[in-house]
C-alpha cells in the first residue's frame, strides 16, 4: 500500500480556499486541519509539500516518487 499525504503551508491552502469556485473549508478547519495533520497524524508514506506546486505538479510528484518512497510497511504480521 502508498500513502501520500499532502499539505500545503497554512497561508497557501486559506489563499487556495479564497480563490476557488466553492467553499472546502472555513478559516477554522484550515488552522485545525493542518494542525491534526502536521502534530497528530502518524508519519507513514510520503508527505508532500505542495504550498508552491500546482495540482499538476503535485499529482506528477506524487506518481514519480510514490512507489519508492510512499510504500507503507506490512502491518500482517
Given amino acids: 500500500m502508498t500513502s501520500p499525504a499532502t499539505g500545503p503551508a497554512r497561508a497557501r491552502a486559506a489563499d487556495r480556499e479564497r ?3 466553492k467553499t472546502a473549508y472555513g478559516p477554522w478547519a484550515i488552522e485545525h486541519l493542518d494542525t491534526v495533520l502536521r502534530h497528530d497524524t502518524p508519519r507513514l508514506g510520503l508527505w508532500l509539500d ?25 502491518q500482517a504480521s
Fill in 50 to 74: 505542495t504550498s508552491s506546486q500546482t495540482p499538476a505538479e503535485t499529482a506528477d510528484e506524487i506518481l514519480s516518487r510514490a512507489w519508492d518512497e510512499a510504500r507503507v510497511p506490512d
Fill in 19 to 21: 480563490n476557488r469556485g
